[in-house]
């Protein structure tokens, strides 16, 4: 049986507790044992790090220790643990940490017109079976401008910036990565820009997407 290990925590605007709950109970319903902390020290637990196929981290805006992040990057990077996870809780973690960042493929920068905008998340042409078999859909949130890797394998996007929210990005449309997959050294990692609270993630696409990305990043 598979085993994934969700941490959550960080700034509460983000639903940190209500998100863990429903990756839990995603994650439970495709037979994974599941073990959820509100601690970081849970990655310094060598035996519980050992035993976990993906980790899952909800957490946005805080600040990791060596001792807690390098655990992390040592399970994805060197024995190929699987990391999943959406919008801040995965790439607005820790801003001063760029290990973090070169692991997880992104970090948040902005996000105009804050929670509310409605936007359309665009899937790309990439084959993969994460987005295969969904369309673009609508979502009412934050759309996130994000400073990405180039090597991410980009399977959605969104016209950016929002046509009500052009300054001061006006002058610089571009097709902004909201999902994307990537490897870290033996490990896959999975993220989707969406999630500023559990209701955008609880149905439809953004719930199916999580789903299929947990699936694949634990393969």
């Not at 001792?67 to 024995?79: E, F, I, L, S, Y």
């Not at 996870?85 to 017109?113: I, Y």
């Not at 996130?144 to 990005?169: K, M, Q, R, S, W």
């Not at 999902?179 to 696409?205: D, I, M, N, P, Q």
């Amino acid at each position: 049986m598979k085993r994934a290990l969700i941490v959550w925590g960080g700034w509460d605007g983000h639903e940190p507790r209500a998100v863990a709950e429903l990756f839990d109970e995603i994650l439970k319903g495709e037979g994974v044992d599941t073990v959820v902390s509100d601690t970081l020290d849970a990655f310094t637990d060598a035996d519980l790090m050992a035993s976990v196929n993906l980790i899952v981290p909800i957490w946005t805006m805080g600040e990791i220790t060596s001792a807690q992040c390098d655990p992390v990057v040592a399970a994805v990077r060197d024995r190929g643990v699987g990391m999943a996870g959406c919008h801040g809780g995965m790439c607005d973690s820790f801003r001063s940490n760029t290990e973090w960042q070169f692991m997880t493929g992104g970090q948040w920068v902005a996000h105009p017109g804050n929670d509310g905008v409605r936007y359309t998340v665009n899937m790309t042409s990439v084959a993969h079976p994460i987005t295969e078999g969904l369309g673009d859909f609508e979502v009412v949130s934050e759309q996130y401008y994000l400073h990405t890797d180039p090597g991410n394998l980009v399977l959605a996007t969104t016209h950016f910036p929002h046509p009500a929210h052009t300054e001061p990005h006006g002058e610089n449309p571009c097709e902004m990565p909201q999902v994307w997959v990537r490897k870290h050294g033996r490990g896959r990692v999975f993220y989707s820009a969406l999630g500023h609270s559990r209701a955008v993630l609880e149905a439809g696409t953004s719930r199916e997407l999580m789903r299929r990305g947990f699936h694949w990043a634990m393969a």
